[in-house]
């Protein structure tokens, strides 16, 4: 046993570093040798430990573009470490590319499908260890879900967000692309203009560079441990970020050396130090799915009433887009994420015993960082947050029985109440936006497109439709389905049950009055349930990815983790 600052930690100094890959390399089945060989072994490489990188390739989305570079590298450094590395591919999508059409049901599945890939790959091939790159939404949740589950020894790497677009001299990002389409169909912006902005807002490469899903889950998994530090808010293009991904092979190494494993580091206070860290930065919706996920994943009891207290405690102590103007590039500027943190530490927010992948507690992680600097805009100053309470909060009652996740940015007053308007796809949302039929005082209805529905789709397009300056923060968006990090408004989402699974909202009518108090934790539907049905049609699936997750993903509040990982725990 090991402690460290007075604290008993379970990991012991590994036997042999090569505890798994030994098996085939010096096991009974001496013909796969063949292979080795074939692959440019030499006889001292059999006894060296095997990491496979879980690589999410998708050259066609900006997100990914670096993905097999950044292999190499990390390849290169656990080379220069010792170890033998092997990149692999998986199944990701572009969350932006997807959106708006059928291919918006591929987005929360593809996190599935990349964890079973990881874990069938790695466990496969008798891996001692991975390395999973970070590069878009769901890369980083699903490598770290296969971590937890077979419980090797890894780590996850940010493979860095993009820099700020330019238009007219001033930074613009992927959220004014879809608020000038939105403000482009409204009347309010030209088209012209809305092309240009379009068109100037993604410069390069790298994952979103907004408080966005992406980020929000790289700025988490600093937090819970599961990344070395600083390497969230290093930018994609920046040369900081080769160095980020050559200094991983060393510290794979230590992890086997500890023999410091996922579930010695995914405790519950880790991840509570994740959701109070998406709560303190005002991170994206998407965040709570995965953290719930994750715990399922970790068998750590962990629910939405934990995420629920969470965010009704912490204040929100940083200004990114797109509750504010800020950027991860601003982010990097100014320290880093390690910096901030240390401010979240200063604050009182987080716990700083857990252990991480550095073999080091999140305290010594962060210990010998600047401070935040007085000069900037982004991170408010230790006792004056933002807001004192999450913009992220948990919300239960009769219209979802099992919680729904608010986010709420442009609205100061934590009470609404609103007639119904019901919509079953984003584009009849969009129009009747457009059209002027949504009016203020509002509660958009968006149902039908949960995780057995429609794979749970993000529906950043219908959000975006209100969030013109006519309707933002004066409507409700309320919906079994997700949305984008990029989003903004008053938007109640992964109502649990959803339609599909016969719950309230599916009964939901147009002119039902619906109320919320966030802080209360409550949502109301006005209206006697007894008398109507919650039937919904049954889901018909035109593509078999779609079907296999729906056949075994479980409902939102369990994050949507497939059903045989809530029958293992």
């Not at 992927?174 to 809305?194: F, P, R, V």
């Not at 070395?228 to 930018?235: F, G, K, V």
Request: hydrophobic letters at 40%; glycine letters at 10%; aromatic letters at 6%.
């Amino acid at each position: 046993m090991v402690f460290r600052h007075g604290v008993l930690m379970s990991f012991y100094m590994a036997e042999k570093l090569n505890w798994n890959s030994s098996s085939l390399t010096h096991g009974w089945q001496r013909g796969v040798k063949s292979f080795y060989w074939g692959l440019g072994f030499k006889t001292e490489d059999f006894d060296k430990p095997q990491i496979g990188i879980a690589t999410p390739l998708l050259d066609g989305n900006l997100c990914n573009l670096r993905a097999h570079e950044l292999a190499k590298l990390i390849q290169q450094g656990c080379e220069e470490s010792g170890l033998i590395a092997f990149p692999f591919g998986v199944s990701p999508v572009s969350d932006n590319i997807t959106q708006g059409h059928e291919g918006g049901a591929s987005s929360l599945v593809s996190r599935n499908l990349m964890a079973n890939g990881a874990e069938m790959v790695c466990s496969a091939h008798r891996y001692d260890g991975m390395i999973g790159l970070h590069h878009c939404d769901k890369n980083g949740p699903a490598f770290a879900m296969a971590l937890a589950r077979m419980n090797c020894h890894g780590l996850i790497v940010n493979g860095g967000s993009i820099l700020p677009g330019c238009y007219k001299g001033k930074p613009v990002t992927i959220l004014d692309s879809y608020d000038s389409q939105a403000q482009a169909n409204s009347g309010s912006m030209t088209l012209e203009e809305s092309d240009n902005i379009i068109r100037a807002a993604c410069p390069g490469a790298g994952g979103c560079g907004i408080a966005a899903s992406f980020n929000t889950w790289g700025i988490a998994l600093e937090a819970m441990g599961l990344t070395l530090p600083d390497s969230s808010s290093i930018p994609a293009v920046d040369a900081a970020k080769s160095e980020d991904c050559l200094r991983v092979g060393k510290a794979m190494r230590r992890l086997l050396e500890l023999n410091i494993r996922p579930r010695d580091i995914l405790t519950k206070a880790a991840l509570t130090n994740a959701m109070v860290a998406i709560a303190a930065m005002g991170g994206s919706t998407n965040g709570v799915l995965h953290i719930l996920a994750l715990a399922h994943e970790a068998g750590v009891d962990f629910t939405l009433r934990d995420v629920q207290a969470i965010c009704q405690r912490t204040p929100v102590y940083c200004n990114f887009a797109p509750r504010g103007r800020g950027t991860m590039a601003d982010l990097h500027r100014i320290g880093g994420t390690a910096m901030l943190l240390k401010h979240f530490l200063k604050a009182g927010l987080l716990d700083g015993s857990c252990i991480t992948v550095t073999g080091q507690t999140l305290a010594e992680n962060v210990e010998n960082c600047q401070d935040v600097p007085p000069d900037q805009e982004l991170i408010a100053p230790l006792g004056q947050p933002f807001k004192a309470y999450a913009d992220l909060q948990i919300c239960f009652g009769n219209l979802a029985p099992h919680g729904m996740v608010f986010k709420v940015s442009s609205r100061q007053n934590p009470h609404f109440s609103g007639k119904a308007i019901c919509f079953k796809s984003v584009q009849d949302v969009s129009d009747a936006a457009s059209q002027g039929k949504i009016r203020p005082g509002h509660v958009v209805v968006l149902r039908g497109v949960g995780p057995v529905a429609a794979g749970m789709p993000e529906l950043l397009v219908a959000s975006a439709a209100l969030a013109v300056p006519e309707l933002d923060g004066k409507v409700a968006f309320i919906s079994d389905g997700r949305v984008s990090g990029v989003s903004h408004g008053v938007m109640g989402i992964h109502c649990s049950p959803e339609a599909a699974a016969h719950g309230p909202i599916a009964a939901v009518q147009d002119g039902d009055e619906i109320e919320f108090d966030l802080l209360k934790g409550t949502i109301h539907l006005h209206a006697d349930l007894s008398a109507r049905s919650s039937d919904w049609p049954a889901p018909k699936y035109g593509r078999g990815y779609l079907a296999d997750f729906a056949a075994t993903a479980m409902q939102a509040h369990d994050g949507c983790v497939s059903a045989w990982v809530m029958e293992k725990r």
